[in-house]
């Protein structure tokens, strides 16, 4: 992806960056797929399988964040060999308020309705957990971008429809537009642009 806009702001510390749309690779595949047992407890998850990595979108007030779900679905879904695997635990359009959700207002102060206004899906908050399989490790990721767009890609073409959507991310919201081209047949390879905002959060020397 090509960084098509920056700019500081008076304080110099957030910059926003607005991605051009590229088209989403052939290789990525968007599969609903019925959980099967141990993993029963919801109807249906969605397999978003991108370069690289490979998210699994489901309902957070489905499945509790906890690393062992990942592992879990990892084995159910056929996903040992992917060398990421990352689970977006989603809290739902309407803003979570159920268990672990959060009120019309959020942390930040920003009303959820500002998403509204602007012609985007309300804002839905997401809980990125990554595993890499040649390192061995599992992180709580603060942003994941990649799971920005599987979460959009999913909610997208679910309803084969066009759309802007925001996703809460413990770091911060990023946004994620999602075409189908000018025909939008089905079919056809979608066209992701990513927004949103990075801080500066540390500064320093590393001496190796």
């Known amino acids: 992806m090509r960084l098509r806009f920056a700019k500081l702001n008076p304080t110099g510390n957030t910059t926003i960056f607005i ?48 690393e062992d779900v990942l592992f879990r679905l990892t084995g159910v879904l056929g996903l040992e060999r992917d060398p990421c695997v990352g689970i977006m635990f989603c809290y739902g359009r309407d803003g979570g308020r159920g268990r672990g959700g959060w009120d019309r207002q959020d942390q930040d102060g920003e009303d959820k309705r500002d998403h509204e206004a602007q012609g985007e899906d309300a804002c839905e908050r997401v809980v990125p957990l990554v595993h890499v399989r040649a390192t061995g490790t599992t992180i709580w990721e603060s942003s994941c971008a990649s799971g920005a767009v599987a979460v959009a890609l ?17 770091g911060g919201v990023l946004y994620v537009g999602v075409e189908f081209g000018h025909r939008g047949r089905a079919g056809e390879a979608p066209m992701v642009r990513l927004e949103g905002e990075v801080k500066m959060v540390a500064q320093g020397e590393v001496f190796l």
Do not use: Y
């Open 19 to 66: 991605l051009d749309p590229v088209p989403v690779p052939e290789q990525a595949r968007i599969t609903p797929l019925q959980a099967s047992p141990p993993c029963a407890r919801q109807s249906s998850v969605a397999v978003v399988s991108l370069p690289g990595i490979t998210h699994v979108v489901l309902d957070a007030d489905e499945w509790a964040p906890r």
């Open 154 to 170: 999913a909610r997208s073409v679910a309803a084969w429809r066009p759309g802007r959507f925001a996703s809460r991310q413990p």
